[in-house]
């Protein structure tokens, strides 16, 4: 028992190493299942120096395909935009979401100020903006460049419409996946009984912590499953722009 809780202790901090040295472009794919169909999602991470501090921009794509694709006609288009803290995590920025033809429904955070800001449907709404809050898509990044804890985590994330304050369990697991057998930390949302929101988060050991499974329950009580089928680490010299 004393060996395993070391060797996980050493697991955790080699990773946490790691993601200092993370490339500067990296392109992962998924496939999607839900009750209703199917889908496919490609995630890009890319890391830049902007105005001599680093950057990161996270843009995500997902596409309906089979039944689903009836219902939900166009992409998914997802993008978080911040600040990266060496050693300490993420700060967002800039988050928006577009679904098909509609208008980009966005989020501006003010660290400043401490006010986030969502515009949607020609409306703006304004409210105070806590320290940690992350996004929904730079969430499931956030521990490539910050220290996981042992055993619970509690963080304020944020989609385009709502802010709200998530309790999750840690615990570890071998995933499964089209890449093969995985070592896992996995985050899972500790539900409340007047709340549809639940989330369950693997994130790969030995991939720079990055989320290689998503499982996740929209407001309508649908939910999608997302697991990785491939994980392209790109060099500097042949990053895209």
């Known amino acids: 028992m004393k060996f395993l809780l070391f060797a996980t202790l050493f697991l955790w901090i080699n990773n946490i190493a790691n993601a200092t040295n993370l490339p500067e472009r990296i392109d992962i794919d998924y496939t999607l299942s839900g009750i209703i169909g199917q889908g496919r ?15 990161y921009t996270l843009n995500s794509k997902i596409s309906a395909s089979g039944f689903l694709k009836l219902i939900k006609r166009g992409s998914i288009l997802r993008r978080s935009e911040g600040t990266i803290i060496p050693g300490k995590g993420i700060k967002p920025l800039y988050f928006s979401d577009q679904r098909g033809e509609k208008p980009a429904r966005t989020v ?15 409306r703006e709404m ?10 929904e898509l730079s969430f499931a990044y956030y521990f490539a ?4 804890p042992k055993q ?3 963080v304020h994330e944020t989609d385009y419409r709502i802010l709200h304050s998530v309790r999750y369990a840690i615990t570890q697991e071998t995933l499964d996946t ?6 896992t930390i996995v985050l899972t949302s500790q539900q409340q009984p007047d709340d549809a929101f639940s989330k369950k988060v693997w994130l790969a050991t030995d991939h720079y912590m990055l989320p290689v499974r998503i499982i996740s329950t929209e407001k309508n009580g649908m939910e999608v499953d997302q697991i990785v089928t491939k994980i392209d ?7 895209a722009q």
């Open 145 to 148: 460049f910050a220290p996981l």
């Open 126 to 135: 304004t409210e105070n903006l806590p320290e940690g809050t992350l996004d």
């Open 41 to 55: 999602s490609h995630e890009t991470l890319l890391i830049q120096n902007k105005n001599g501090k680093p950057h």
């Open 178 to 183: 089209p890449m093969g057998k995985l070592a």
């Open 108 to 122: 501006e955070f003010d660290w400043n100020n401490k006010r986030i800001t969502y515009r949607r449907k020609g």
């Open 233 to 239: 680490y790109k060099s500097p010299e042949n990053s």
């Open 152 to 154: 619970t985590l509690s």
